[in-house]
């Protein structure tokens, strides 16, 4: 069976909250430099600059949880792109740095209800076999932001806009916050949301809608499972029973951020210049590791269903380790500085094949319908209160300590995360989600 146009409708809607997540980090990326020189701001304020959005992000993915599950990861979709285009202009028309920092809490908002809610989404409409794939295609909205928000930081500083441009870099994020809202209008509700409201005649049209192929049975399936675990709506997700869905995505969502990907994203500039690059020819860094990013999500999504999540996170902490140790060579030793590229183009393959493929396709799979929004909160939550640590404490850790100490702690978190999965973590592909919770909920 392939997934009808319905189906495929529905995922790349809930999908672009994705794309604002990776055009964010872009954007921020390109902005941070220039808005550090107009307001003159110290390495305290330029990671709070970075953090503020991320502190906003991290509330967002508790807030999303719970309002996710009430109103339905569609409707709460809607507020979150709300959020999101408020900041976005907001920011751009910022007139002091305490005004940027109130609107990138905003749009943190946003961003981290958008990271809890889409991929919880995709995973209750999407059949086990293409599972992987489809929720996979957040990710692949997130680089593709980061590619298109690379591309833009590029062209802007082109045009020549003077004292406006980080203005302009910020602000052009409005176009896909109004594409993402305007999209959430034209997609039903999740079946399994609606089931759990006892609205079975809206939940087995959705299912029809989708292509189950035995709607009545799947719906079947379905309410077994809600029944089975007693889902009620305000079903705790703290709870022993779920000691080992939680664990899973506590500690996939912090290995994903302590391996520095996001810290390189929002920095890279930041890196480049320290390594002798000019600003521009950052700039064009930048899009050749936002291309590299693009490319190998596709190839980790059209693996994932085959190969399975455990394997490509194995892979992926094997190569990220061994090119955030050739990075932290690089700047302990202040040689071979033309390797950089490569070294951070290869890292991002290896990441984006693996972490990046598979974190939002896990956390989604390993709860059960009654907590899922609440436990993607969760997981989504820990990887951005990671992301907001690295990001505020990078810069502050490059300048004391030089900038091979921070690639040397993400090189050490990436070889514990390669013992934990090899240890800890199951196989998910090819299972349904009621396959699931009866093997991972435990009394």
């Known amino acids: 069976m392939r997934p009808n146009s319905n189906l495929i409708k529905a995922t790349l809607s809930g999908a672009l909250g994705g794309l604002l997540f990776g055009f964010d980090i872009a954007a921020v990326s390109g902005f941070i430099?220039?808005?550090?020189?107009?307001?003159?701001?110290?390495?305290?304020?330029?990671g709070a600059t970075v953090a503020m959005g991320t502190i906003g992000t991290v509330i967002g993915c508790f807030v999303a949880g719970v309002v996710g599950q009430r109103l339905g990861s569609r409707t709460a979709m809607r507020y979150a792109a709300a959020l999101y285009l408020v900041a976005a202009v907001g920011t751009a028309l910022a007139m002091n740095w305490p005004m940027i920092l109130m609107m990138r809490f905003l749009g943190g908002l946003g961003l981290g209800s958008a990271?809890?809610?889409?991929?919880?989404?995709?995973?209750?409409?999407?059949?086990?076999?293409?599972?992987?794939?489809?929720?996979?295609?957040?990710?692949?909205?997130?680089?593709?932001?980061?590619?298109?928000?690379?591309?833009?930081?590029?062209l802007v500083r082109l045009a020549h806009f003077g004292s406006l441009e980080w203005r302009v870099m910020i602000g052009v994020a409005a176009i896909p916050g109004i594409i993402f809202f305007a999209a959430l209008f034209g997609i039903p509700r999740s079946p399994r949301w609606s089931a759990s409201r006892n609205e079975i005649d809206e939940a087995l049209l959705v299912l029809g809608q989708m292509g189950a192929p035995d709607p009545k049975a799947e719906l079947a399936e379905i309410q077994a499972g809600l029944q089975?675990?007693?889902?009620?709506?305000?079903?705790?997700?703290?709870?022993?029973k779920y000691r080992y869905p939680l664990f899973l995505a506590i500690t996939i969502g912090a290995f994903n951020q302590l391996a520095g990907i996001n810290a390189i994203l929002y920095y890279q500039g930041t890196i480049f210049k320290a390594a002798?690059?000019?600003?521009?020819?950052?700039?064009?860094?930048?899009?050749?590791?936002?291309?590299?990013?693009?490319?190998?999500?596709?190839?980790?999504?059209?693996?994932?269903?085959?190969?399975?999540?455990?394997?490509?996170?194995?892979?992926?902490?094997?190569?990220?380790?061994?090119?955030?140790?050739?990075?932290?060579?690089?700047?302990?030793?202040?040689?071979?500085?033309?390797?950089?590229?490569?070294?951070?183009?290869?890292?991002?393959?290896?990441?984006?094949?693996?972490?990046?493929?598979v974190i939002w396709v896990y956390i989604s799979e390993v709860f059960?319908?009654?907590?899922?929004?609440?436990?993607?909160?969760?997981g989504s939550a820990s990887h951005w209160i990671m992301n907001t640590i690295i990001a505020f404490a990078f810069p502050v850790l490059a300048t004391r300590f030089g900038a091979?100490?921070?690639?040397?702690?993400?090189?050490?978190?990436?070889?514990?995360?390669?013992?934990?999965?090899?240890?800890?973590?199951?196989?998910?592909?090819?299972?349904?989600?009621?396959?699931?919770?009866?093997?991972?909920?435990?009394?």
Request: with cysteine; glycine share 10%; aromatic share 12%.
């Open 33 to 46: 430099e220039p808005v550090v020189r107009v307001f003159g701001l110290s390495d305290f304020g330029k």
């Open 115 to 154: 990271t809890v809610l889409g991929p919880v989404y995709i995973t209750e409409l999407s059949p086990a076999l293409w599972r992987g794939r489809l929720v996979g295609t957040f990710q692949l909205n997130v680089v593709a932001g980061f590619l298109v928000g690379y591309t833009s930081n590029y």
């Open 228 to 240: 089975a675990d007693h889902a009620v709506e305000h079903e705790p997700v703290f709870r022993w």
């Open 276 to 357: 002798g690059f000019s600003q521009l020819s950052g700039d064009l860094q930048a899009i050749a590791i936002g291309l590299t990013n693009f490319i190998f999500c596709i190839v980790g999504m059209s693996v994932i269903d085959r190969f399975g999540r455990k394997s490509l996170l194995l892979v992926g902490a094997v190569g990220t380790f061994l090119c955030l140790s050739g990075v932290a060579w690089i700047f302990i030793s202040q040689s071979h500085q033309a390797a950089l590229l490569a070294l951070l183009v290869t890292y991002v393959a290896f990441f984006s094949m693996s972490q990046g493929a």
């Open 368 to 378: 059960p319908t009654s907590v899922r929004s609440k436990g993607q909160g969760i």
């Open 404 to 443: 091979g100490i921070p690639f040397v702690v993400f090189a050490s978190f990436t070889l514990l995360q390669l013992i934990v999965v090899a240890m800890f973590y199951p196989e998910t592909k090819g299972q349904t989600l009621e396959e699931l919770q009866r093997r991972l909920v435990k009394a």
